[in-house]
């Protein structure tokens, strides 16, 4: 089963404020990042086999353009310019999913915006590790 990590929940990092002005997030509330280049979330994951791991990203965007984010998983560049599309509204969260590669153990991954309308706000980070072993109903 995946395990969640909470935007707002220390070792995450968020560059701007954590709120919870916008309804349907999960836990205490979510990463609203500065509105620039390079202001990122990142969060650090346990994996438990080297290899290669599906992350699922729940996120908000109320504006009317993309947010594309880079995703860089112990400083490298794994996704680069990863569109985290419109949402509709601030309160409509959704799911984005991507497989990125990880080392057994402690990972970062780091969500960077490349345009200066910085992050759409990112309220989970999921991780289904590798070696999980498969459930059938994913
Ligand atoms: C609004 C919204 C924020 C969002 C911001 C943005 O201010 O309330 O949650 O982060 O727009 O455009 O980034
Ligand atoms: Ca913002």
Redesign the pocket.
């Known amino acids: 089963a995946p395990t969640r990590y909470e935007a707002e929940s220390s070792p995450a990092t968020c560059a701007?404020a954590i709120?919870s002005?916008?309804a349907g997030y999960s836990g205490s509330g979510f990463c609203?990042?500065d509105?620039a280049v390079g202001a990122a979330a990142q969060f650090t994951v346990t994996a438990s086999a080297a290899g290669s791991a599906t992350i699922a990203i729940r996120y908000?965007n109320?504006?009317t353009a993309n947010?594309p984010a880079d995703v860089l998983v112990n400083g490298a560049v794994a996704h680069s310019g990863t569109a985290f599309d419109p949402t509709g509204a601030?309160t409509t969260w959704v799911t984005k999913t991507l497989t990125v590669p990880v080392n057994a153990g402690t990972n970062t991954i780091r969500l960077s915006p490349t345009t200066a309308?910085?992050?759409?706000?990112v309220d989970y980070l999921e991780i289904d590790a590798a070696g999980d072993p498969p459930t059938g109903k994913q």
Request: glycine share 18%; proline share 0%; hydrophobic share 40%.
């Open positions: 701007g709120e002005n916008h609203n990042a509105n908000a109320g504006a947010r601030w309308a910085g992050l759409a706000n």
